[in-house]
């Protein structure tokens, strides 16, 4: 079969399946199994086969970056799968702010709730730093283990299997010796937890869900980790939309002075302060 026959045709299969983005998630799918042919070049029956099962994953709702293995951000791919966040765009503008920083200060940086390790390869690859990440869940550390390697972030990047907030990997950083504490954690409320969009329920519980108020993790993860900072040091956590005056807060209680930065569709989206 001809490719551009076979995008109709898996178009046509998603979109009446309700899918949003029909003919982008077909187009996907064909250049992951073809390696990237020309419209008018020849799939074979194996191939055109492969595409429709990942066709059908998609249609009942399964996110189209675990169907491929892999999705991109901040000009890196990354391995996904089954029990790993997918990678953000917003997150690509925690990243930013943290380089930025990072350049002018040097040393070293820690990423909390690592997932994919997005955050934390491209920071290191970004600024030639040492970057740590901690990371709880086997499944995702996994795919953080095998996204440091396939970026070649190997020298630059440690990847931790624990809890934030278990003392023995705490006790492991100096007070005052990182330049930099960033996290995208778990920040989603119980009452948006019950209308998350068909993909993110693919998605683990565990990297979604930060308690009642959704905001647990900034709660805990605050007044442990700031002591970690340098003076100078960067403290930077991605939040829900509508969580800006509440994290300010709690940096505010750990004697931080933050500023809330909108993301690309205008909504809060990063809470930083650079300890005095
Ligand atoms: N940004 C994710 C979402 O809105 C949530 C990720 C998180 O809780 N850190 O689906």
Redesign the pocket.
Known sequence: MVIRQAVSLLAKLLSDAGTADADFDARQIISEVSGKKLPFEELSDEQYALCLDMAKRRAKGEPLQYILGSWDFYGRTFSVGEGV?IP?P??EQLCALAIEHLKKTGGKAIDL?SGSGCIAVTVALETGLFVSGIELSDKAYGYFVRNISRNNANSLVEAINADIFDEAVISRFADGSLSAVLS?????CSADMKT??RE?QH?PRL????GED?LDYYKRMLPLWVKKLSVNGLFAV?I?EEQGAAVEEIFRSVSLSPVTVKDYSGHDRIVFAIKQ
């Open positions: 966040l953000r917003e997150t709730c995208n954690p778990p920040y989603i998350l969009q993110v998605e990297a979604l869900f930060g959704g991605e829900g």
